[in-house]
């Protein structure tokens, strides 16, 4: 994964909500991801993903009263050295601003914050694009191990019991570690389930994802393509700002250092 600027300018977002097309998903086909002839047609699409992302912040910021505001960004759509010169996926991101990034610098120290303008390097919520399906989520990487480890202080400081009801307000969702073919699905999660989790769950090493998937392979895409799904879209990423919340490092939920 590489932030969106690698190469070249942030896209600008369309100016509302538009249909994911047959030709959005085609182009991310296994025999069209290496070929530069789509592009346009990729970048249509990362404008439709960036056109999601900023509806949902909007109204992310609107449900928090203006306490949660996040920026977005989009990846790359062509091929590129970052994504192996073959864009089988898209992305639209919603991580922390500038300010919370500055105060975020301000408590890890100029070395340990160097690399934290990439989208990628913080907490996100996410809108994907693949050629079979579409998906939301919410994603640590490996290398944001600071809102890793923020999380893992914070249940291990209060107990499991908020976390988990947070996890269980969505069960459509499954909670994943990095590429575990283990899942824990939410809406079930015990505590003892949630303590297993953390058994494994190591922020700097592992990933941490909690994701739901809508298929949409070749032939089976009708639902995928209907007008409301970029609003189903965006009211999902909306459903995942709470949990957002208490995840990510910020000054309202500060457990990056074990007290």
């Not at 601003?97 to 500055?102: F, I, N, P, T, V």
């Not at 994943?176 to 700097?204: T, V």
């Not at 392979?217 to 970029?230: F, N, S, T």
Request: charged residues 30%; proline residues 5%; positive net charge.
């Amino acid at each position: 994964m590489k932030p969106a600027d690698a190469s070249g300018a942030e896209p600008k977002p369309l100016g509302g909500l538009v249909a994911f097309e047959e030709g959005d998903f085609h182009a991310l086909s296994e025999g069209l991801a290496r070929d530069a002839q789509y592009n346009d047609r990729r970048l249509l699409a990362r404008r439709k993903l960036g056109a999601i992302a900023k509806e949902a912040a909007v109204r992310i910021t609107a449900e928090s009263q203006g306490s949660l505001e996040l920026a977005t960004r989009t990846s790359l759509h062509q091929p590129h050295a970052f994504n192996q010169m073959r864009v089988r996926r898209l992305w639209a991101y919603l991580c922390r601003d500038r300010k919370e990034k500055a105060r975020l610098r301000r408590v890890l120290g100029a070395d340990l914050a160097r690399d934290l303008d990439a989208a990628y390097r913080n907490a996100f919520l996410c809108a994907a694009l693949e050629s079979d399906a579409l998906e939301v989520s919410l994603r640590i990487h490996p290398e944001a191990w600071y809102d890793g480890q923020n999380l893992v202080h914070r249940v291990r400081k209060e107990g499991t019991a908020l976390w988990r009801a947070l996890l269980n307000a969505l069960p459509e969702y499954r909670l994943r570690l990095a590429d575990w073919k283990g899942e824990w699905r939410c809406g079930e999660l015990s505590a003892e389930r949630i303590e297993e989790f953390l058994r494994y769950y190591r922020p700097g090493e592992h990933a941490l994802v909690v994701e739901r998937r809508f298929p949409a392979p070749p032939g089976a895409r009708a639902a995928a393509l209907q007008p409301l799904v970029p609003e189903a879209l965006v009211a999902e990423l909306a459903r995942l700002a709470p949990l957002y919340r208490f995840t990510a490092w910020s000054a309202e939920s500060d457990f990056l250092f074990a007290q």
